[in-house]
């Protein structure tokens, strides 16, 4: 029995029975699924080698001991899935600006609004887009949504905190000049993602709530439920990245990878979503101040604002990011 209690929290799109999820061939679903053991990284006691060890074969790593009270964790989880259960149209008419409520793709426009997008891939999933500098103006007279919003400020102070430590960490790593590398991470463009992965009931067994990307950021930190279904590719295979209660996953973007010279990987990842659970996950990206200039030997020297423009270009006309290859030297 598919689970359809508040069928109505969900945009419409999600709600058809038995509709037929558009799968291009290179996504396709047959893989087998294995798990995979990450590298941990703790931050109480860094290890700069592990970090670079991490940085550099992987992409990707798990964070322990990262100081943010699992009570704090807990409870955003909770007040998101409240607010994630209102109707459609009370989350369409209460998450306004600067804040925005998407669904069907993560790609947005700068004012935060889902980006028409010229592939016809439709990722199961509905979010909302906080840009973290503008947190403070948002006076909602609505109790959850006031609730939220204190409960991503002081989320978001750990994020900056958890992230300036990490790169400081990478730039000591990559004998980075201090005064080249401190604008590339400004904490001022921090954003927070929260998303739900609606269960779906389409013929296929799963669907996909997230294509296959690599993030743009920096450095991008995801706290998932216990639900499950990120996945890595690695080593021509794509693994499970399981979920452990109180940790984090950090991912490399592709600005910490041209910052890196290739040094470091920014890893391929999707998300699976299951038939009968729905998921929630909440995302954290961070990136270089807009006009300041990533110059490796790799590529030819851009801006972050100059890459995203890109992104936004490729994704409207060719239908999906290219990326930092429209940058190579
Ligand atoms: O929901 C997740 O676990 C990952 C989300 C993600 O990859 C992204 O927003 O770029
Ligand atoms: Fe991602």
Redesign the pocket.
Known sequence: MLEMSNLGSYPPVFRQLNSVVPQPKSYSMDDTQVSVSVPTVDLQCLSLHKLDEACENWGIFRLVNHGIPSTLLSKLQHHAKMLFSLSFESKQALITNPMSYFWGT?ALTLSGAALKSASSNMNWLEGLNVPLRQLPQIQSEDPLLHCVRLLLEEYGRHLSRIATTLFQSMAKNLHLDPEQSEPMLEESTGFI?V?RYPPHHSMADEAWG?IP?T?SSVL?V?N?DQVGG?EIFKDNKWLLVDPIPNTLIVHIGDMMRAISDDGYTSVR?R?RVKKQEERL?I?YFVFPAEDSVIRSSKYKPFTYKEFQQEVQKDTSTVGYKVGLQRFKV
């Open positions: 993560p993602r998303y997230m990307h993030d991008s995801v998932q990120l990842h998300v996950s995302c």
